[in-house]
């Protein structure tokens, strides 16, 4: 089982706003990388350290309390819809963990 | 710009070893900072981290899968390979290699270059 804790759907309507989490007690003290994957493809990172890489738009961004972190899409369009997954370390933070991803529909 | 390309058969026999190899182009897996990962997603199901490399041949692994993986880098071929010993059909999945930050300081980590992944079936 995974240390990373995501909801398996989340729905938003077109143009609205949207909060995916992610949860895990290794998120007190590291930070959540996000992907997104579209089906076919492979996970596109969207988010580390709550900073967006070159190229992603920036109605992506990312915030963290406590042991949550969240990805959110301000705005969204209907090619944001595709499935999320978080990434950090594990609590003794020496290992890799992903989320069990969390299936984003654009209404 | 940086591309990785999983290379490697598509079938293998049961209890036998899965064998993949990721080139890099664009980029030097001697680039210091970075590891160079292995991540694999069965079908229909979520990601899951297999073991990273470290150009020096530092290597760390999912403790899951930890008694049969092997990760080896070449620097003289810019590549870097995944063993996985004594498959089984839970094994099927795609299999992606990436390029792997870890910044200890931040307590981060994450992989921000992907290949397009290559489906490895376990099957008789």
């Known amino acids: 089982s995974s240390e990373l804790t995501q909801d398996p759907a989340v729905s938003v309507a077109l143009g609205q706003t949207v909060r995916i989490t992610c949860q895990g007690d290794?998120?007190?003290?590291?930070?959540a990388s996000w992907y997104q994957q579209k089906p076919g493809q492979a996970p596109v990172l969207v988010i580390y350290?709550?900073n967006r890489p070159s190229g992603i738009p920036d109605r992506f961004s990312g915030s963290s309390s406590r042991n949550t972190a969240s990805l959110i899409i301000t705005g969204a369009q209907a090619q944001d819809e595709a499935d999320y997954y978080c990434?950090?370390?594990?609590?003794?933070?020496?290992?890799?963990?992903f989320g069990g991803g969390t299936k984003l529909t654009v209404l | 710009q940086l591309q990785l390309q999983e290379s490697g058969p598509g079938l293998v026999k049961p209890s036998e070893t899965l064998s993949l190899t990721c080139a890099v182009s664009?980029?030097?897996?001697?680039?210091?900072?970075?590891?160079w990962g292995w991540v694999r997603q069965p079908p229909g199901k979520g990601l899951e981290w297999i073991g990273s490399?470290?150009?020096?041949?530092?290597?760390y692994q999912n403790p899951s899968l930890k008694s049969r993986v092997t990760i080896s880098v070449d620097t003289s071929k810019n590549q870097f390979s995944l063993r996985l010993s004594s498959v089984t059909a839970a094994d099927t999945a795609v299999y992606y290699c990436?390029?792997?930050?870890?910044?200890?300081?931040?307590?981060?980590?994450?992989?921000?270059?992907w290949g397009q992944g290559t489906l490895v079936t376990v099957s008789s």
């Open positions: 990436a390029r792997h930050l870890v910044n200890v300081e931040k307590s981060s980590t994450f992989f921000d270059s």
């Open positions: 664009g980029g030097s897996i001697s680039s210091s900072n970075y590891y």
């Open positions: 490399v470290y150009d020096r041949g530092h290597t």
């Open positions: 290794s998120l007190r003290n590291n930070y």
């Open positions: 350290e709550n």
């Open positions: 990434n950090s370390r594990d609590s003794s933070g020496n290992l890799v963990v």
